[in-house]
Each structure stands twice: as C-alpha cells, then as structure tokens.
T-cell receptor, first 114, second 111 residues
Framework: ETGVTQTPRHLVMGMTNKKSLKCEQH?????MYWYKQSAKKPLELMFV???????ENNSVPSRFSPECPNSSHLFLHLHTLQPEDSALYLC?????????????FGPGTRLTVT | GENVEQHPSTLSVQEGDSAVIKCTYS??????FPWYKQELGKRPQLIID?????GEKKDQRIAVTLNKTAKHFSLHITETQPEDSAVYFC??????????FGTGTRLKVLA
C-alpha cells in the first residue's frame, strides 16, 4: 500500500494496557497529523508535527503521547485509556505544514478499549 | 470556540438528481476550504477544494461555491450516481484555529 500507511488496522486493548499506533508516509511530506474520528462527531485534530517538531496539541489527555522520529514516521503511544477513547484514529500528512493544503489520510486504526 | 457547521447530517436523493451540502465557518482567517469524501470503511479523500480568493470552482459533476462575506461554502453534486453515496466532510483550514472539520453529511443516492 502506498501513500500513508497505518498499523495495526484494528486494536483491542484493556484500560491498563500500553500500546502504540504507527503511521508512515511515503509522499515526501513535511507535516503529519493525528485525528480521532468518533461516531456522529467531527474529525478531531489531536496533534500536528512539522518537520518532526510538534506544533499543535489540541488539549489531548496525557494518556495519548505522540512521537515523531522523522518526517516519514509518526507514532501514538497509548496507556491507561478509557472506554470513551474507542474510535478510529487517522493519521494524515501534507506537503506544507500551514494546514492550508490537501491532507492525505491513512486507512486508520480502529481502536476498542475494553 | 471556532467551528464549522455542516448541514444536513443526512441527505437522500434519487439517482440523477442534484445534492447540495452547506457549511458555515466562524474563523474569518480561514482561507482554504476542502471537501472530503469518506466511503464506508475507507479513508477520507479530497474531492475538491477552494481558496478564499475564488468564488466558485468546478470539476465535472462536482462544484464548490464560497461566500466569504457570509462565511459559508457549499458542495454541489449534479447527476448523482450510486457511487456518490458516502459521508462528505467540509473543513476550514489555514486560519487561526488550523484545520477544523464539519460533522459530516451522509449522502445516499437511491437507484
């Protein structure tokens, strides 16, 4: 699969588990994003990274910890999650970090917290 | 806070009819307005976008109009087909509050 890839595609975890979501983009983009998509809610921007530096944290709880080792890879580390954190987590990238350009989305990770 | 309102939340049209989805934004600094289509179980994908220096843009059966004064923009799909059935999201980008998505419209095209 080309473009933006995410692993795993599905994840079930207990509230005391620690897991990580991985995103990789093969488009040569400079900016990467994490979004949360819940039923009947708008896509919620969680984190923005420009050239590996975090530039946006939309008041996300500390149980979500992002990591961006380089412009092509983005991780979301999860620990002590709550059932309401169950959602589809989408990674995206764009060429320009100005958030005024098309975003390319990955297929998402469907997370279920039990 | 800043937001983007999208209406309607669901829309059913007969095949061949037109569909219109409307969005209103509050951040006057927004200058980029994309529309994404998300088919069931798939990722959102851009179908058309417009910048604040343009009032209308068209791509085959899809068009977007922007009214900066009223701060609203609309997606128009003509001659709808069953494959147009999906959830459509508008967004306001490039403004003070970054990329904000609308709540989505579930479009059903009835054959």
């Amino acid at each position: 699969e080309t473009g933006v890839t995410q692993t795993p595609r599905h994840l079930v975890m207990g509230m005391t588990n620690k897991k990580s979501l991985k995103c990789e983009q093969h488009l040569g983009h400079n900016a990467m994003y994490w979004y949360k998509q819940s039923a009947k809610k708008p896509l919620e921007l969680m984190f923005v990274y420009n050239f590996k530096e975090q530039t946006e944290n939309n008041s996300v709880p500390s149980r979500f910890s992002p990591e961006c080792p380089n412009s092509s890879h983005l991780f979301l580390h999860l620990h002590t999650l709550q059932p309401e954190d169950s959602a589809l987590y989408l990674c995206a990238s764009s060429h320009d970090p100005g958030l005024a350009f098309e975003q390319y989305f990955g297929p998402g990770t469907r997370l279920t917290v039990t | 806070g800043e937001n983007v309102e999208q209406h309607p939340s669901t829309l059913s049209v007969q095949e061949g009819d037109s569909a219109v989805i409307k969005c209103t934004y509050s951040d006057s600094a927004s200058n980029y307005f994309p529309w994404y289509k998300q088919e069931l179980g798939k990722r959102p994908q851009l179908i058309i976008d417009i910048r604040s220096n343009v009032g209308e843009k068209k791509d085959q059966r899809i068009a977007v109009t922007l009214n900066k004064t009223a701060k609203h923009f609309s997606l128009h799909i003509t001659e709808t087909q069953p494959e147009d059935s999906a959830v459509y999201f508008c967004a306001g980008g490039g403004g003070t509050y970054k990329y904000i998505f609308g709540t989505g419209t579930r479009l059903k095209v009835l054959a």
